[in-house]
């Protein structure tokens, strides 16, 4: 085989990989969307109904508590993990530490981001049994935070890598601080730290496995941090397994509810990374 046959080859082969891919996905995404949206469609209510007192048995209610049990969870998780992954990304640039220090704390970030999130579950609820707690919000909001700080810290440190060395030397050459400068680097850099931002929420609130050991599987809704809640993915697999057909097509709207708000998410982050770019050397001033 010549190379111009082996290069038309190797270029069918990935068009074809990326085809299938996207094929897979316009397929997921189109059966979640008519079957949920035509729950939602026939009965919204049911996504702003708590549920009631035989909503395992009869579907009494709705999934509210869900919603409610995500966004409390994932929201203050969020705003922990954003602290926590800026100043760590901050400090591993080379104004801070030293080149092996940084590679030597990414390589331990790689291995956390590469942890399937149910072993952070494991480990929160170890916590909760030695210290002789029971699972509620607080400890899915722990849960959450230790499984976004890698993912977002890694987004942040990429970013701010990628910053212009100009812009440092500039800084300094004004006379400026590490505190300033620093300041001034993450401005530069916000489209990719907002992008792991969003990236660390997406994952957030789409995942179960973190969850189901650290905040339970409660059918109220939660009053307090120290309340058992229960959050979308985990009530999409406790209902899609139901015996009762309505349980199961409220499993389709939470499916549903999800997609939209990933899909809101990745066009909120473009729109953010898209406005500030303007800070960025060579990028946007409109």
Same mark, same amino acid.
């Given at each position: 085989?010549?190379?111009?046959?082996?290069?038309? %080859?190797?270029? +069918?082969?990935?068009?074809?990989?990326?085809?299938?891919?996207?094929?897979?996905?316009?397929?997921?995404?189109?059966?979640?969307?008519?079957?949920?949206?035509?729950?939602?469609?026939?009965?919204?209510?049911?996504?702003?109904?708590?549920?009631?007192?035989?909503?395992?048995?009869?579907?009494?209610?709705?999934?509210?508590?869900?919603?409610?049990?995500?966004?409390?969870?994932?929201?203050?998780?969020?705003?922990?993990?954003?602290?926590?992954?800026?100043?760590?990304?901050?400090? %591993?640039?080379?104004?801070?530490?030293?080149?092996?220090?940084?590679?030597?704390?990414?390589? +331990?970030?790689?291995?956390?981001?590469?942890?399937?999130?149910?072993?952070?579950?494991? +480990?929160?609820?170890?916590?909760?049994?030695?210290?002789?707690?029971?699972?509620?919000?607080?400890?899915?909001?722990?849960?959450?935070?230790?499984?976004?700080?890698?993912?977002?810290?890694?987004?942040?440190?990429?970013?701010?890598?990628?910053?212009?060395?100009?812009?440092?030397?500039?800084?300094?050459?004004?006379?400026?601080?590490?505190?300033?400068?620093?300041?001034?680097?993450?401005?530069?850099?916000?489209?990719?730290?907002?992008?792991? #931002?969003?990236?660390?929420?997406?994952?957030? #609130?789409?995942?179960?496995?973190?969850?189901?050991?650290?905040?339970?599987?409660?059918?109220?809704?939660?009053?307090?941090?120290?309340?058992?809640?229960?959050?979308?993915?985990?009530?999409?697999?406790?209902?899609?397994?139901?015996?009762?057909?309505?349980?199961?097509?409220?499993?389709?709207?939470?499916?549903?509810?999800?997609?939209?708000?990933?899909?809101?998410?990745?066009?909120?982050?473009?729109?953010?990374?898209?406005?500030?770019?303007?800070?960025?050397?060579?990028?946007?001033?409109?």
């Amino acid at each position: 085989m010549d190379r111009y046959a082996k290069g038309w %080859l190797v270029a +069918f082969l990935a068009r074809g990989a990326a085809a299938l891919v996207v094929a897979v996905m316009l397929l997921v995404v189109a059966v979640t969307i008519f079957r949920g949206g035509r729950v939602l469609l026939t009965d919204p209510s049911v996504a702003i109904t708590p549920p009631g007192a035989r909503y395992t048995l009869e579907a009494e209610g709705g999934f509210f508590h869900a919603i409610v049990g995500s966004l409390f969870i994932v929201i203050p998780a969020t705003v922990v993990s954003t602290i926590l992954a800026i100043s760590t990304a901050t400090y %591993l640039q080379s104004d801070y530490s030293s080149e092996r220090f940084s590679e030597a704390v990414n390589m +331990f970030l790689n291995v956390l981001w590469g942890t399937p999130p149910i072993v952070y579950g494991v +480990f929160v609820l170890t916590v909760i049994i030695a210290i002789g707690a029971r699972t509620s919000l607080f400890f899915g909001i722990v849960a959450i935070a230790i499984f976004q700080y890698p993912i977002m810290t890694r987004y942040t440190d990429e970013a701010l890598n990628g910053a212009p060395d100009s812009v440092r030397e500039a800084s300094y050459g004004l006379g400026a601080t590490r505190f300033e400068t620093a300041v001034i680097t993450a401005r530069s850099a916000l489209p990719g730290v907002i992008a792991g #931002i969003i990236m660390g929420f997406a994952r957030g #609130i789409g995942d179960a496995a973190t969850v189901l050991f650290t905040a339970g599987r409660s059918n109220t809704m939660p009053s307090g941090p120290f309340d058992g809640s229960t959050t979308l993915p985990i009530l999409i697999f406790d209902n899609a397994r139901a015996p009762n057909d309505e349980l199961r097509a409220q499993a389709y709207a939470a499916s549903f509810l999800l997609i939209v708000a990933v899909l809101v998410l990745i066009v909120v982050s473009k729109r953010l990374a898209g406005r500030y770019a303007r800070y960025t050397p060579g990028g946007r001033h409109s």
